[in-house]
């Protein structure tokens, strides 16, 4: 059975499933003699303090993973162990009731939970959640059963879970790991992130396979193609098998290039840089071989928590990432809130049109007290490296001018409080808007580099809905249309002698990358991962036959016709595989 | 005991985060603390129940506060509450 999914983190892997299923906890109820109701009590307290051991285990070692930035939830789920409602409430119910620990902590934990459920609030809904999860953990603990772990797994296998919690993944013993299939999730989530830290395949978002395996059933997973296949045919086994094979040999070939320049057969240099997502991930740069950090996505700090980061916290990941990264450089994008991913904490009106609403750049320049804490903490971070700040989703010069201005007084309130930072910190529109596209040569004026964000370009010049699956046909990065908006942005920079990327999906596609070279763009940033294919594609060619091939596609009046004529012209997989 | 109603200026209300903060703070006190609002009462020391009276910027409450340091933890409670940075 085929499930397809969104693709994650790259590679093949084939495995046993190891199917993580929350067990339904069965609560006894029987009374407790009178005299015996202290040391019912004491049980009850002697498995809160093991709760706590273990939640201090589990905070201490995702702490060390993922770093100190990473939203740190086991603090609330501690609050919420310790509080005085919660024991003494269950105290009173086995004094009272002359009843047994598990059966009094159930009934707290229901009245609670009623209560939290009628709150409107979403943010606080889903801490709802938090408190569940430490109910759950006490309850185990009164009843003697061992926590489901992934901390001692016998064998290598592939791990099959509804989600993966952070405090799942700091336990899970990673030599015996391959992959991850989840149900849920996107690009962005904690198992993605996870996966691609790890360097090991993974695909979310698949649905209920949960529910369509068993421990056991050998799977396999695609994370280039994004689809999980459980208990394949012998044939689908083979072909798998040999892709995985394949590309192994091609990661070693390519793997050699690791240090070279992305450079065409006649010097002409192009730098490939990394989009990243947490300030660990800067690690990444070195065993792809990016030269540096195209796009830093900051929206990951603000999602999943209750409060907006300080701009203490902010500055550390910055720094983080600033010093690690040097002497490559990094671009980081302030945040791009809105549109699909909005923080729980920002109470922001439901929108009809949310991807032409309050979002990114016009939701910052309408709450500077976000923006500017944003912009201290990168202006700060700028002398422990190369830090460049990007705008996204700019529509007009005009709000190019307003970021610019809060920039400037964040820098006078730098310099009245003494505190450091670089003067020559270089400043970035993302081109992701027809209006923004189609006035580059004005806003080129006033920044110092381009970067296209191509996956919202697509979907603005297209008009199209990206998640619409009736109108999909239409998001066509290679349609005449992108090409002409890409072609007009970068001669816009050019005549005004500035640099532009191109950092979406597309960057990373190597079926694009002749074209993106043609096109004159100067800079691509991807998915580390995708970097030494795009870099040997580079390295096959000449700028001039790229150029005229381009110019050729250029030519054409369909997506179809340009699409077979890259694919004819030039084919990406031979050029990948061909012997240097 | 002393009571005093205000407006919570907290820009992000009491959500997870900050009401961490605030049960920290009130944990400091001998004092009984409590907050109140709609007519419900919620004990300071417990972050269940002061989640649970869902408290938003702008909300109004009533607090409460009983015993020997009654005076200085009234004031460091208001001050949170009013305070409109983190």
Request: some cysteine.
């Amino acid at each position: 059975m085929l499930i397809k999914g969104v693709p994650a983190s790259p590679g093949i892997v084939v495995g046993k499933a190891f199917v993580l299923k929350p067990e339904t906890l069965t609560i006894p109820k029987y009374k407790i003699p009178q005299k015996e109701i202290a040391d019912e009590i004491k049980r009850y307290m002697d498995a809160l303090s093991l709760t706590r051991g273990e939640l201090i285990g589990i905070q201490k070692k995702v702490e060390k993973e993922l770093g100190e930035s990473y939203p740190d939830i086991f603090s609330a789920h501690l609050l919420i162990l310790d509080d005085p409602a919660l024991r003494e409430k269950t105290i009173n119910i086995i004094e009272k009731e002359n009843i047994n620990a598990e059966n009094a902590v159930a009934q707290v934990l229901e009245k609670i939970g009623m209560t939290f459920s009628k709150i409107e609030d979403k943010y606080l809904r889903e801490r709802a959640q938090d408190f569940k999860d430490v109910g759950r953990r006490i309850l185990k603990n009164l009843l003697g059963k061992q926590e489901e772990t992934l901390a001692n797994l016998a064998d290598k296998v592939i791990i099959v879970a509804h989600d993966l919690a952070p405090s799942e993944t700091a336990q899970m013993d990673k030599k015996n790991v391959l992959g991850f299939a989840t149900d849920v999730g996107g690009r962005t989530s904690h198992t993605a992130i996870m996966a691609r830290s790890l360097t090991i395949p993974a695909v979310v978002g698949l649905g209920d396979i949960t529910q369509r395996i068993e421990s056991g059933e050998r799977i396999v997973i695609d994370g280039h193609e994004g689809v999980a296949v459980i208990n394949p045919p012998k044939t689908t086994l083979e072909r798998y098998l040999n892709k995985k094979k394949q590309l192994a040999v091609l990661e070693k070939k390519l793997n050699k290039l690791r240090k070279a320049p992305a450079q065409t057969t006649d010097g002409h240099i192009i730098s490939l840089m990394a989009n990243i997502e947490l300030p660990k991930e800067v690690e990444l740069l070195d065993r792809y071989g990016a030269e540096g950090v195209g796009l830093y996505r900051t929206e990951f700090f603000f999602l999943n928590r209750s409060d907006i980061p300080s701009e203490e916290e902010q500055f550390q990941a910055y720094k983080y990432a600033a010093e690690r990264a040097y002497p490559l450089p990094i671009v980081i994008r302030t945040l791009d809130l809105g549109g699909d991913k909005f923080a729980s904490v920002l109470e922001t009106p439901k929108e009809i049109n949310p991807f032409l609403g309050w979002r990114a750049i016009r939701f910052c320049l309408a709450r500077p007290d976000i923006f500017k804490t944003q912009l201290r903490a990168i202006l700060r971070a700028s002398v422990y490296g190369k830090v460049s700040v990007m705008y996204p989703l700019i529509s007009t010069l005009q709000e190019l001018r307003q970021a610019n201005k809060f920039l400037e007084e964040v820098k006078v309130e730098l310099k009245k409080e003494k505190r450091e930072f670089s003067q020559k910190i270089k400043i970035g529109a993302m081109i992701e808007t027809p209006s923004a596209a189609i006035t580059a040569d004005l806003i080129a004026q006033e920044v110092d580099f381009f970067s296209i964000g191509t996956n919202d370009l697509i979907q603005y010049a297209m008009a199209v809905d990206r998640i619409n699956e009736k109108i999909a046909y239409l998001y066509q990065p290679a349609s005449p249309a992108v090409l002409r908006f890409i072609k007009h942005i970068v001669d816009s920079g050019h005549r005004k002698g500035i640099k532009t990327a191109v950092c979406g999906e597309i960057a990373g596609d190597i079926n694009l990358t002749l074209i993106l070279l043609g096109l004159g763009v100067d800079e691509l940033s991807m998915g580390p991962v995708a970097i030494p294919e795009v870099k040997q594609i580079i390295r096959s060619v000449s700028i001039e036959e790229a150029r005229k091939i381009t110019e050729k596609a250029m030519s054409f009046d369909s997506t179809e016709k340009v699409v077979n004529y890259l694919k004819s012209v030039k084919e990406p997989l031979k050029l990948l595989y061909k012997s240097n | 005991m002393i009571e005093k109603n205000l407006k919570i200026k907290h820009k992000w209300g009491l959500h997870a985060r900050p009401a961490g903060k605030f049960i920290r703070l009130a944990a400091k006190f001998k004092s009984e603390i409590y907050l109140e609002k709609d007519g419900e009462k919620a004990n300071g020391k417990s972050i269940l129940e002061i989640l649970s009276l869902a408290l938003e910027y702008g909300s109004s409450v009533k607090v409460i506060v009983d015993g020997k340091d009654e005076k200085d933890a009234l004031k460091t409670i208001e001050n949170f509450l009013l305070q409109e940075e983190e």
